[in-house]
């Protein structure tokens, strides 16, 4: 159900003695009304009746096969699947919230902040990093008078952090234009909140507010391919149409939080990409996957040859948009797995970088390294990293690009104390890029004490806490076991010496006397060769 609160129209009363001319409202308070008002707006009829309108003409156009046409099909999957939900739903820090938080607002920032953070990131993950974001922020506007350097540093490690400062946006566009009443349906949530798709508005309208819309997201999207055994790839616009219709007409008009929680509880922890427990499933007896699984098992001889299949889909003319291509055949060996089709992936874009971690041994109140802000837009944008330059993966002229770098932050710096450590591979969503790791230790000279805009010293303590992301912490590793000596040498630079050795048994040591050559003595040793 909506919940669409009223909104109250205070009137400014006339002053007495005659007219008076009207002060003009701000252009910002003119703004936070027009944001309001648009806010609590149902969709115009017309807007609804299209969609409805586009539906029937889905629907019509999709054979029977791959959708639910019985009212009794739909009924007994809502119920089975809501029964296995209380039963074996887990207990888990968003959902003690959103349950035990009677204002709306609240719950919906609660229900909100869960989302984003669950976006490509595993619930195991986001526990840790939910608790802490609660704990700091509890209220959207806490979490709107916050510093966007406080919100990366508290997200640094859990990746894609575009999505904590579009958390921040949308908490901020809230309280100073909405009057900090979150917006009640899913077509105003992605309609006025920066970052709110139409997967996260479903999922905080239906569970925040009850409102009776569907939601599909990956897990979903498993459950129901293999459901209704939709073979075409997911991503395909036709296929997606398909599967929020379904979730649209599957969700419980009495229950659509809890629906939409136990369609995506049934796709993480039973209806598993790789290994799917299907005994467990409650709804699999709707499950067409599982009948063409039972079906491929029997013997040959059970199958009438030249007889079609009741269970196949059976489109009138031409291949069905939605099962899987003929390039794409069953595969005995995946089972149910062969629902859904995976997409084919874009190969991540090479990049390669050089990054020196700078440090100060000297420096008052101990040893400090040198970190720089990116920009405030792109990949990790807002967050602090060593100095480094993108370089030719040939490796040509990086030495001498990363030291221009380093002397334009602090100033003149010794060359031969440049040193290449290793490398650092770690992969974003569209990138691959490889770091050369350089080090630079100033011992001698005294402490670097002016820095540039957008630069900082700190700690290695500070280092650990700041906003930096999960490469960065690895680029330090490599680092710091260089200091510690611990660095691994590739294979084929390393030398063993006779102190490493493991010494001969007395026997051994007759035979290699034995067999051993006779060595010039002016011959250099293996040990001075390397050298």
Same mark, same amino acid.
């Given at each position: 159900?909506?919940c669409?609160?009223?909104?109250i &129209?205070?009137?400014? /009363? %006339?002053?007495?003695?005659?007219?008076?001319?009207?002060?003009?409202?701000?252009?910002?308070?003119?703004?936070?009304k027009?944001?309001?008002?648009?806010?609590?707006?149902?969709?115009?009829?017309?807007?609804?009746?299209a969609?409805?309108?586009?539906?029937? #003409?889905? +629907?019509?156009?999709?054979?029977?096969?791959?959708?639910?046409?019985?009212?009794?099909?739909?009924t007994?999957?809502?119920?089975?699947?809501?029964?296995?939900?209380?039963l074996?739903?887990?207990?888990?820090?968003w959902r003690r %919230?959103?349950?035990?938080?009677?204002?709306?607002?609240?719950?919906?920032?609660?229900?909100?902040?869960?989302?984003?953070?669950?976006q490509?990131t595993?619930?195991?993950?986001?526990?840790?990093?939910?608790?802490?974001?609660?704990?700091?922020?509890?209220?959207?506007?806490?979490?709107?008078s916050?510093?966007?350097?406080?919100?990366?540093?508290?997200?640094?490690? =859990?990746?894609?952090?575009?999505?904590?400062?579009?958390?921040q946006?949308?908490?901020?566009?809230?309280?100073e234009?909405l009057?900090?009443?979150v917006?009640?349906? $899913?077509?105003?949530l992605?309609?006025?909140?920066p970052?709110?798709?139409?997967y996260?508005?479903?999922?905080?309208a239906?569970?925040?507010?009850?409102?009776?819309?569907?939601?599909?997201?990956g897990?979903?999207?498993?459950?129901?391919?293999?459901?209704?055994?939709?073979?075409?790839? /997911?991503?395909n616009?036709?296929?997606?149409?398909?599967?929020?219709?379904?979730?649209?007409?599957?969700?419980?008009?009495?229950?659509p939080?809890?629906?939409?929680?136990?369609a995506?509880?049934?796709?993480?922890?039973v209806c598993?990409?790789q290994?799917?427990q299907?005994?467990?499933?409650?709804?699999?007896?709707?499950? *067409?996957? %599982?009948? *063409? &699984?039972?079906?491929? +098992?029997?013997?040959a001889?059970?199958?009438?040859?030249?007889?079609?299949?009741?269970?196949?889909?059976?489109?009138?003319?031409? +291949?069905?948009?939605?099962?899987?291509?003929?390039? $794409?055949?069953?595969?005995?060996?995946?089972?149910? #797995?062969?629902?859904?089709?995976?997409a084919?992936?874009?190969?991540?874009?090479?990049?390669c970088?050089?990054?020196? &971690?700078?440090? +100060?041994?000297r420096?008052p109140?101990?040893a400090?390294?040198?970190? &720089?802000q990116?920009?405030?837009?792109?990949?990790? #944008?807002?967050?602090?990293?060593f100095?480094?330059?993108s370089?030719?993966?040939?490796?040509?002229?990086?030495?001498?690009?990363l =030291?221009?770098e380093?002397?334009n932050?602090?100033? /003149?710096?010794? #060359?031969?104390?440049?040193h290449?450590l290793?490398?650092?591979?770690?992969?974003?969503?569209?990138?691959?890029?490889?770091?050369?790791?350089?080090g630079?230790?100033?011992?001698?000279?005294?402490p670097?004490?002016?820095?540039?805009?957008? $630069?900082?010293?700190?700690?290695?303590?500070?280092?650990?806490?700041?906003?930096?992301?999960?490469?960065?912490k690895?680029?330090?590793?490599?680092?710091?076991?260089?200091q510690?000596?611990?660095?691994?040498?590739?294979?084929?630079?390393?030398?063993?010496t006779?102190?490493?050795?493991k010494?001969?048994?007395?026997?051994?040591?007759?035979?290699?006397?034995?067999?051993?050559?006779?060595?010039?003595?002016?011959?250099?040793?293996?040990?001075?060769a390397?050298?």
């Amino acid at each position: 159900m909506c919940c669409i609160s009223k909104q109250i &129209v205070m009137k400014k /009363p %006339r002053a007495a003695g005659g007219s008076r001319p009207r002060k003009q409202t701000s252009s910002r308070e003119e703004k936070k009304k027009r944001a309001l008002n648009s806010s609590q707006a149902s969709p115009s009829p017309p807007a609804g009746q299209a969609r409805r309108q586009e539906e029937v #003409a889905l +629907q019509a156009s999709v054979s029977p096969y791959h959708q639910f046409g019985d009212t009794a099909e739909v009924t007994a999957f809502r119920e089975s699947l809501l029964s296995w939900y209380d039963l074996k739903k887990r207990d888990l820090p968003w959902r003690r %919230r959103a349950e035990g938080e009677a204002d709306l607002d609240r719950r919906a920032y609660a229900v909100w902040v869960s989302e984003v953070m669950l976006q490509q990131t595993q619930v195991a993950t986001v526990i840790n990093y939910y608790t802490r974001w609660m704990q700091k922020w509890p209220t959207l506007q806490d979490l709107a008078s916050a510093s966007l350097e406080e919100v990366n540093q508290l997200w640094a490690g =859990l990746g894609y952090y575009s999505r904590g400062r579009r958390l921040q946006e949308g908490a901020q566009k809230v309280v100073e234009e909405l009057g900090g009443q979150v917006p009640r349906t $899913a077509e105003t949530l992605q309609r006025l909140l920066p970052g709110v798709g139409r997967y996260t508005a479903g999922a905080v309208a239906s569970i925040a507010f009850g409102q009776v819309t569907g939601v599909v997201d990956g897990n979903v999207v498993r459950v129901l391919c293999r459901v209704r055994g939709i073979g075409a790839d /997911p991503s395909n616009t036709f296929v997606s149409q398909q599967l929020w219709s379904l979730a649209q007409q599957l969700v419980d008009p009495a229950r659509p939080g809890d629906f939409n929680q136990a369609a995506m509880e049934l796709g993480a922890m039973v209806c598993t990409p790789q290994h799917p427990q299907c005994s467990q499933c409650p709804v699999q007896s709707l499950c *067409r996957a %599982r009948r *063409r &699984v039972e079906r491929e +098992q029997l013997p040959a001889s059970q199958s009438l040859p030249g007889s079609p299949d009741v269970e196949e889909c059976a489109p009138g003319t031409g +291949q069905c948009q939605l099962c899987a291509p003929p390039t $794409a055949p069953w595969d005995q060996s995946l089972g149910v #797995a062969n629902f859904p089709r995976k997409a084919s992936r874009k190969r991540p874009r090479e990049e390669c970088s050089a990054i020196c &971690v700078l440090e +100060q041994r000297r420096a008052p109140g101990g040893a400090r390294v040198l970190l &720089v802000q990116r920009p405030s837009s792109g990949l990790l #944008a807002g967050l602090w990293e060593f100095p480094s330059v993108s370089v030719d993966p040939s490796g040509r002229h990086q030495h001498k690009a990363l =030291l221009q770098e380093l002397q334009n932050w602090a100033g /003149p710096l010794p #060359a031969t104390h440049l040193h290449h450590l290793g490398q650092v591979v770690h992969t974003f969503s569209h990138i691959r890029l490889t770091y050369q790791v350089y080090g630079l230790a100033l011992e001698g000279r005294a402490p670097v004490t002016g820095t540039a805009p957008g $630069a900082r010293w700190l700690t290695r303590e500070e280092f650990h806490t700041a906003a930096v992301s999960t490469a960065m912490k690895k680029v330090f590793r490599v680092y710091e076991g260089q200091q510690a000596g611990t660095c691994k040498r590739p294979k084929r630079s390393q030398v063993s010496t006779p102190s490493r050795r493991k010494k001969p048994s007395p026997g051994q040591q007759v035979l290699d006397r034995f067999f051993r050559p006779q060595v010039p003595t002016d011959a250099p040793t293996p040990n001075s060769a390397a050298q």
